[in-house]
């Protein structure tokens, strides 16, 4: 499966979700700049890595969000190509306008940077499907801006229409209703706070974030 | 043409750093803050003529989140 990371100034976790796709692809993701216009043609995967893109001026991911790779990657979306946005990619993707809400400073106005519970709420995604619904996973989480907001009414919908792929197992950054990673409607495009590209193999403590790519890797390929 | 564009968050929407700048207000001894919202004011100089559609515009496409934020133009 071919892959794109997207590298904005500022992205921090490029490397490692480089890494994680070239270990269970076997194949090295194309590293795309933010500057670039087009992306590679038959892509079964764009990530957007973690960072602090743009130096989080103006919004975190705002500028990311205008940039022109983003504008290719926001049309590859919504041509049904898959999308995941990790930490400072899900908030890319909700500047986008993508993913419903917004990401807002943490509760308790903390950077939280610690291995954290998670629930997969959703295990009949393209990115979820080697998870059961209602398993535990342990996963690192490292952000300052990671607390989910939306209306009620949208958090409604989005759990009515099985929207939400995992949910926090304790409260670490005051997200509206434990909401760590959200679908958009068609389910290609998944943006989530903590970051599975950083426990993939025994050394990192445990492999849990590993599944969501070979399970993509296996609905995708 | 200058303008000056406030940015503010949306009644509902919780400020965790209002409530923190509210706490240390409390610290310093001023009493009676019952409340505080943080925002962003941004300073424009804009050409002549600059439709009030197109400065909408900037505020809707990238100076405001308008998922969580409300906004006002003011001009000078």
């Known amino acids: ?221 | 043409m200058k303008l000056r564009i406030v940015v503010t968050l949306k009644n509902g929407v919780l400020d965790p750093q209002g409530k923190a700048i509210q706490h240390a207000l409390a610290g310093l001894g001023f009493d009676g803050v019952d409340d505080v919202r943080a925002g962003k004011i941004f300073e424009l100089d804009v050409a002549e003529g600059t439709s009030d559609d197109a400065i909408d515009q900037m505020c809707r496409k990238l100076l405001a989140n308008t998922v969580i934020e409300n906004y006002r133009v003011e001009r000078a």
């Open chain 1, 1 to 221: 499966m071919k892959t794109a990371v997207i590298v904005f100034p500022g992205s921090n976790c490029d490397r490692d979700i480089a890494v994680a796709l070239e270990q269970v692809t076997g194949v090295k993701p194309a590293m795309v700049w933010h500057g670039e216009t087009e992306l590679p043609q038959g892509l079964g995967l764009i990530a957007l890595p973690g960072g602090f893109s743009y130096g989080d001026y103006l919004r975190c991911g705002a500028i990311a969000a205008r940039s022109p790779v983003v504008r290719a990657v926001v049309e590859a979306a919504e041509r049904g190509v898959p999308v995941l946005g990790i930490c400072n990619g899900f908030q890319v993707l909700t500047e986008t306008g993508l993913l419903p809400g917004a990401l807002m400073r943490n509760e308790g106005l903390d950077f939280v940077c610690r291995d954290v519970p998670l629930t997969v709420d959703n295990s009949q995604s393209i990115f979820t499907s080697a998870y059961q619904a209602g398993e535990e996973i342990l996963i690192p989480v490292a952000h300052h801006d990671g607390n989910y907001f939306a209306d009620p009414e949208t958090l409604d919908r989005i759990e009515g229409e099985g929207r939400v792929a995992f949910r926090y197992g304790a409260n670490v950054n005051g997200s509206a209703r434990s909401i760590a990673g959200v679908l958009n409607k068609a389910g290609n495009v998944l943006g989530m706070m903590p970051h599975p590209e950083r426990r993939i193999e025994a050394a990192h403590g445990g492999d849990d974030g590993r599944r969501l790519f070979e399970g993509l890797l296996e609905a995708v390929a």
